[in-house]
């Protein structure tokens, strides 16, 4: 899935920011099977494209850019998704490693160091 940010999101989420959020490592937790949880529910790979380069995805499409952010802007856009004439290759590079915290937290209750 490839995501462009609206005009909104740009004007309080730049660029800028958008890359240092990414740069930072992600962790998950593990399911009680021991598996990791997947937050994507399955989807293989993503991106947000940089404002900048993101209209020349857009080229040969059935709707230009503009037209969709035009839409995003209006009171309740939502503009609907579909499949562009562009191609893109992502190749996705992970790191996993297993860790545990030393703090517990129960729901309601104050964050306390776990047990030794």
């Not at 947000?48 to 230009?64: C, D, K, N, Q, W």
């Amino acid at each position: 899935m490839l995501a462009v940010q609206t005009r909104a999101t740009a004007a309080v989420l730049p660029w800028k920011v958008v890359v240092s959020i990414f740069a930072e490592p992600a962790t998950t937790w593990a399911t009680s099977d021991g598996t990791p949880f997947d937050p994507s529910y399955g989807l293989k790979a993503g991106a947000i494209i940089e404002p900048a380069t993101s209209a020349a995805l857009f080229e040969g499409s059935v709707r230009t850019l503009k037209e969709i952010l035009d839409e995003a802007d209006k009171p309740g856009g939502r503009p609907k998704g579909f499949a562009l004439k562009t191609h893109a290759d992502i190749t996705v590079a992970t790191k996993v490693r297993r860790f545990s915290s030393p703090c517990s937290w129960v729901p309601g209750s104050r964050l306390r160091r776990a047990p030794e």
